[in-house]
């Protein structure tokens, strides 16, 4: 079993930066795929950034350029570092880990079995 913690969510102004943490904890760790979602009100969970156990980092087109995904060398922490954020960026941030491994790594193919923390907010203000 995984547990996912996210923090440093918060509310800064356009064109400001925010670094979010996800906290990965837990029984028989391994390097997975995981990646960060993000849903904002009265919209779908949209997927953001994914980073691959070898490494290999994707991006949603929303946001290419402007995140970043990363993870410590121990895979004990996931961060995104955000810049030059919108207003449209505004939404429940969420760290995503796959629960079954062998699966190839790709945004589309998280689903609720996967492990999930509970979110932290992001508000950008114009």
């Known amino acids: 079993q995984v547990q996912l913690v996210e923090s440093g969510g918060g509310s800064v102004q356009a064109g400001g930066s925010l670094r979010l943490s996800c906290a990965v904890s837990g029984s028989g760790l391994s390097r997975r795929c995981m990646a960060w979602f993000r849903q904002a009100p009265g919209k779908e969970r949209e997927g953001v950034a994914l980073?691959?156990?070898?490494?290999?980092?994707v991006y949603a087109d929303s946001v290419k350029g402007r995140f970043t995904i990363s993870q410590d060398n121990a895979g004990n922490t996931l961060y995104l570092q955000m810049n030059d954020l919108m207003t449209e960026d505004t939404a429940m941030y969420y760290c995503?880990?796959?629960?079954?491994?062998?699966?190839?790594?790709?945004?589309?193919?998280?689903?609720?079995?996967?492990?999930w923390g509970k979110g932290t907010q992001v508000t950008i203000s114009s």
């Open positions: 995503a880990a796959y629960s079954r491994l062998l699966r190839v790594c790709g945004l589309s193919r998280f689903d609720g079995d996967d492990y």
């Open positions: 980073i691959s156990k070898t490494g290999t980092t």
